[in-house]
């Protein structure tokens, strides 16, 4: 029996180690273009990355956090382009998200975030735009559950793939080895093998599934690669 569960364990935590395919919602300044990009993902989408921005840090300006919604059943995170993100991680904590990510390059104080974020046992995540070095956020790796390396035009579809960027991953992992790594911007199933290979964990992907003919058969696609990949 204690083989069994032993066999079982293994294979959960195998699973949960699985490479995220993880479709954003971009762009969005209207309630209509917001529930149409959804309409695209949430029928086969697990976990999704909401992308919101102030029009300052990252423009143009998207809807407000207040209008935001998703499927119940989908774990949400919601990637925060602002320069002062605070009062837009208040509102969206009273909607129950998965995670928020913040900028590093954003202002303000990240410690009350942070502790806003555990007081709703939501997981916080750090953003590093592409000439962010991570060594500036590890004196606070202990209380962040993300960090996100970005590649792509904030709050747009159809970034590169920067793959020297892979590198940070190295760095962050070294520093704490349990951290989860997301990367945004330019991920299609030309590169999602070097990216998988390269430690990624959850890989957002925009425009390759939400501009497809055939949105379900695109996020399957990467799925499967990034699949195949994480176990060769």
């Known amino acids: ?3 069994v569960i032993s066999a079982a364990m293994k294979n959960s935590i195998k699973i949960a180690e699985m490479p995220v395919i993880c479709p954003t919602i ?11 990009q959804m309409e695209r993902i949430a029928p086969f989408a697990h ?3 909401i992308d919101l921005t102030d029009g300052i840090f990252a423009a143009p300006r998207t809807i407000n956090p207040e209008q935001t919604w998703w ?9 925060l382009m602002y320069k002062n993100p605070q009062s837009a991680v208040a ?6 998200p998965h995670m928020l990510i913040i900028h590093a390059e954003a202002s303000g104080r990240f410690d009350p975030i942070a502790r ?4 709703r046992n939501v997981k916080i995540g750090i953003a590093l735009l592409p000439n962010s070095h991570p060594a500036s956020i590890v004196p ?25 960027l892979l590198k940070k991953v ?22 999602i093998a070097q990216l998988v290979s390269g430690g990624v964990d959850v890989l957002n992907v925009g425009g390759f599934i939400q501009n497809a003919d055939d949105p379900e058969r695109a996020f399957h696609a990467l799925e499967r690669i990034a699949e195949e990949t994480d176990t060769t």
Not at 26 to 36: H, I, K
Not at 71 to 79: S, Y
Not at 91 to 96: D, K
Not at 116 to 119: D, F, G
Request: hydrophobic share 35%; proline share 1%.
């Open 1 to 3: 029996m204690s083989r």
């Open 26 to 36: 971009t762009g969005a300044s209207t309630d209509e273009q917001y529930r149409t």
């Open 47 to 49: 976990r999704i990355q």
């Open 71 to 79: 499927p119940v059943g989908l774990q949400a995170d919601f990637h």
């Open 91 to 96: 509102a969206l904590l009273e909607h129950g």
């Open 116 to 119: 806003l974020c555990r007081k």
């Open 140 to 164: 606070a790796l202990y209380h962040i559950d993300h960090v996100l390396i970005f590649s792509g035009d904030l709050g747009k579809f159809g970034g590169h793939a920067d793959l020297d």
């Open 170 to 191: 190295d760095f962050l992992k070294n520093h704490k080895h349990d951290l989860e790594i997301g990367w945004d911007g330019g991920i299609n199933s030309q590169n």
